[in-house]
């Protein structure tokens, strides 16, 4: 198959450059290794997009984060994202932290985010009265605001492939493709070749091993752990925004936050490690965020947590982004390295990246506006939020929207069948896009029910219905049959 | 559509609920409404296919389906109004006015307000006489312990395996683990036997078993699977697909034990850790909850803090048997008829009882002396030699051979003790050693 562009991966990053490159008459190919999107750091993560303080000027990160942090106030009305723009704290417990939020005032000053200011702990605590007594001042960033990242990255690819780009998951890139010149000429996967003069490497912790096939081992990625607690939605308004920690060398530290959706959440731990692959909670990590949650809020009521996770961010020996176009072989483009604040670089560096092509791969790529670029989106209506009057409305036009699967996060039949419309093949991709499964019963009660959906929508049994892809089935047969086989 | 006036609606069409909605009719509440979020009656006991239900009330041995069967012929032919795939997605109430007026609340005032959905009546808003909440319970699942290790498949509360088993007719796994010891993981662990499949052992981290003793025989020691209490799954391993759980000794702060933990390979893990009142629709209705039970504070007429409103069954106090759900509903539906006719006096007693020595959480927590009354209660710590329930003072004394958390226990309180001691203040009970 023939592109113009082939992006491996798509977390925020990769699907951030797809919607951006499908501003131009491109033929581009998402490809991902997952089922659903998003997985890896994108799926697991703070969900924060950062005000721009924390990233001393100069580097690439600060450029990123500033600018990502303005596109993404654009993009949720463009997209229909979920954005709690709720600003965030960063609390100081003692002199010598308050000092370093002068420093961070600077920084922030330096970088040109709006609107930073130092306050003093008595009025952080009438903004969050649940905060600790100790905090002595806290560094206000209003810009800084909190996504729905499960609903962000699929709002990306959504609108990238309106435009045009295609999304290939379970699709697990195992070498790049070189031409005579030894210049790229595309990649193998399991599904096949894929064949395109550009490939960005958006791969996220396995960003280095990819760059490695093209001969660059010019940075490492060093896998780096995040462990999370996640509270029942009751807990909603126990915090309204973000608390940092003061961040140190070991990164930003624990934080406390409301999610989007009203979730009281901490994390995250900072763990290196071999395997990028393991997401495992580990009891050392979780003691780990509850005494920094607790030092944070000190009644961080931890019985109401529902569901513990962990996310591997691609960190670098640097610190910085990794964002570069190979001179050898030509075509070669890596954005390797976002990690915090990615998330919220995610639209600047895919920006970024569109100038680096016009730039400096011009020979190999012709970046023609697409004059019928559509920049909205529109989200699988949230039955939850709507008003009385929006919801009888849709249940009369669609009687599935009087169903309810997800009785936690009231999600209606009606949004489980749109999401499968809209390319879910799984139980975790019907969660990713629905939210059916986040709540206090953790899929017990709507798991059933999501199976016995996709099995009648995909016209496929459902003991072939897996929880994320792969080997991950939820039933291993009909009753009875092991008998038979006994 | 139709808008006739529902006299009594009722949230949850269970044991409770339908013997809510018999007791209601029995009563003379003319339009008596039971809503059922699922396709069928019957609330959880559907998929209960095993027999052991309604020893007391029948003096047999049924099935889930056919115990719940009788009760809903009976519903039917009192003239119960059933409405199944009808899920109640908010309630508002009005806060009842202050006491001494007569009625609870105002001419006109609408006490509760519900919104429900169905595919073929689409939204609608009822707002019946009075409400009785009988929406069950659920299971507590993974995230409430907080066991650290991956995300994998195959880890199902047991109640969501016994759908898929006994409903759905599919199985969730070859070689299961189950963590806790409630009755649903207990009855799983002989399902999945004798579906073929294996069970490596039950693992409890307290050093009594959650569920009742009957089954601890019946479907463990006859099937010869272990039973390991203050055991407990430290770990889950697998990406996709469980690989197995380790599982250690925990000391008596429940923590595990270092160098007793063993790696046990499985590709299912059932969570048997405890039942929760399923009490969003409560809250939502403003009513106050109860910190320790988790349900509704009621009194004796089952009435809540809403006057309006009552509980009955599972998402009041978690039971043990479906004889004594069934029993409440029928209570809460007699007196949301008498409420919602104007019969109900809203000058009642409200005499507060209180847990004495080693009783964790009971129900009801006020009794007005209206009419004999059943005190439900579990113990803390079990007792395991002759003891005694009490309710002071001088209200009831029951000898015991045993005191168990996972069997609950019960003190009878005559209306006519009630009504022979005006100056009654409180009613404490405990469960003692003899």
């Known amino acids: 198959m023939n592109y113009d562009v082939i992006i491996i991966g798509s977390g925020v990053t990769g699907s951030a450059i797809a919607r951006e490159l499908s501003r131009y008459k491109l033929k581009i190919a998402v490809l991902d290794k997952a089922s659903e999107l998003p997985s890896g750091a994108s799926r697991a993560n703070s969900s924060m997009i950062h005000g721009g303080f924390d990233d001393e000027p100069g580097t690439v990160k600060s450029k990123f984060c500033v600018a990502g942090n303005k596109l993404w106030h654009k993009l949720k009305d463009e997209l229909d994202v979920h954005l709690d723009e709720c600003g965030s704290y960063v609390c100081a417990f003692n002199d010598k932290e308050a000092k370093h939020l002068e420093e961070l005032l600077a920084q922030g000053k330096a970088n040109g985010v709006p609107g930073v200011e130092i306050i003093s702990g008595d009025k952080l605590r009438e903004k969050e009265p649940k905060a600790s007594v100790e905090i002595i001042a806290g560094l206000y960033a209003p810009e800084a605001a909190i996504i729905n990242n499960f609903e962000a990255v699929n709002a990306l690819i959504e609108s990238a492939k309106i435009n045009g780009a295609e999304l290939f998951l379970e699709t697990l890139v195992t070498g790049l493709l070189f031409d005579d010149e030894k210049n790229i000429r595309g990649v193998s996967t399991n599904k096949g070749e894929f064949l395109a003069p550009v490939v960005i490497n958006a791969g996220g912790v396995h960003a280095g091993e990819i760059a490695s096939w093209a001969g660059d081992t010019s940075f490492k990625i060093i896998p780096t752990k995040g462990e999370y607690f996640l509270l029942d939605r009751t807990t909603q308004g126990f915090i309204h925004s973000f608390l940092f920690s003061c961040p140190s060398k070991a990164g930003k530290g624990v934080t406390v936050l409301q999610t989007a959706e009203g979730n009281l959440m901490a994390g995250p731990t900072a763990t290196e490690q071999e395997d990028p692959e393991d997401r495992s909670t580990t009891p050392e990590g979780l003691a780990e965020v509850l005494k920094g949650a607790r030092r944070l809020v000190p009644d961080f009521p931890i019985n109401l947590n529902i569901t513990t996770f962990a996310g591997v961010r691609a960190n670098t020996e640097s610190g910085d982004f990794e964002i570069s176009v190979l001179k050898n072989p030509r075509g070669f483009v890596n954005v390797a390295g976002i990690k915090s604040p990615g998330f919220t670089s995610a639209p600047a560096i895919a920006e970024h990246i569109a100038g680096l092509l016009k730039e400096e791969l011009a020979d190999r790529i012709k970046l023609t506006p697409n004059e019928k670029f559509i920049p909205t989106r529109k989200n699988i209506p949230r039955f939850l939020y709507l008003n009385m009057e929006e919801r009888q409305e849709l249940a009369k036009n669609d009687p599935a929207y009087a169903q309810i699967v997800c009785r936690c996060e009231t999600v209606t039949e009606g949004q489980v069948l749109e999401a499968i419309r809209r390319g879910a093949r799984t139980v975790t991709a019907v969660k990713m896009m629905t939210r059916a499964g986040t709540g206090r019963c953790q899929g017990g009660f709507c798991c059933p029910r999501v199976v016995e959906i996709l099995s009648r929508e995909l016209n496929i049994p459902l003991d072939e219905i897996t929880r994320h892809g792969g080997e991950s089935k939820l039933l291993v047969g009909k009753t009875k049959e092991f008998l038979l086989n006994k | ?434």
């Open chain 2, 1 to 434: 559509m139709t808008n006739k006036k529902i006299d009594v609606l009722i949230i949850g069409a269970g044991p409770a609920g339908v013997a809510a909605g018999i007791g209601a009719k029995k009563q003379g509440a003319e339009n008596v409404v039971v809503l059922e979020r699922d396709w069928d009656l019957g609330g959880i006991l559907q998929q209960c296919i095993h027999p052991g239900f309604g020893l007391r009330t029948f003096r047999e041995e049924l099935t889930g389906p056919e115990y719940m069967h009788r009760f809903i012929q009976e519903a039917h032919e009192a003239g119960v109004e059933f409405r199944t795939n009808t899920m109640v997605f908010q309630i508002e109430t009005q806060p009842p006015l202050s006491k001494g007026r007569g009625t609870a609340y105002g001419g006109g005032v609408v006490p509760v307000k519900v919104w429900t959905m169905n595919k073929e009546r689409g939204i609608e808003c009822l707002e019946p006489g009075a409400i009785v909440l009988t929406m069950g319970c659920r299971e507590r699942p993974l995230g409430a312990i907080r066991i650290p290790g991956s995300r994998p498949a195959g880890i199902y509360t047991a109640g969501t395996a016994q759908r898929f088993v006994n409903m759905e007719g599919y199985m969730p796994g070859k070689k299961a683990v189950i963590l806790g010891s409630g009755d649903i993981g207990l009855i799983m662990a002989r399902r999945m036997i004798w579906e073929g499949a294996e069970v490596e052992g039950v693992y409890e981290v307290m050093s009594w078993p959650g569920g009742l003793r009957r089954n601890i025989a019946q479907c463990l020691d006859d099937y010869g699977i272990p039973f390991h209490l203050q055991t407990t799954v430290t770990k889950i391993h697998g990406q996709d697909r469980l690989e197995g759980v380790t599982v250690a000794k925990v000391d008596e702060k429940m923590k595990p034990i270092e160098g007793t933990e063993r790696f046990v390979e499985c590709d299912t893990l059932l969570l048997a850790i405890g039942l929760i009142p399923e009490n969003e629709l409560s809250r939502m209705a403003g009513i106050e909850i109860h910190p320790v039970t988790g349900g509704p504070v009621v009194n004796d007429l089952l009435q809540t803090s809403n006057p309006a409103v009552f509980a009955a069954g599972n998402v009041v106090i978690v039971y043990d048997l479906v004889d004594n759900v069934s029993d409440e509903g029928l209570i809460a539906g007699t007196n949301a008829a008498k409420f919602a006719a104007g019969k109900l006096s809203p000058e009642q007693k409200r005499i507060p009882v209180k847990g004495g020595q080693n009783v964790r959480l009971f129900s009801p927590q006020f009794v007005t002396g209206e009419s004999d009354t059943i005190i439900y209660m579990r113990v803390t710590h079990p007792i395991e030699q002759a003891c005694k329930v009490t309710a002071e003072p001088g209200l009831y004394t029951q000898k015991l051979r045993y005191a168990r958390p996972g069997e609950m226990n019960e003190a009878r309180i005559k209306a006519s003790m009630i009504k022979a001691n005006p100056d009654l203040k409180e009613i404490v009970i405990d469960v003692l050693p003899l």
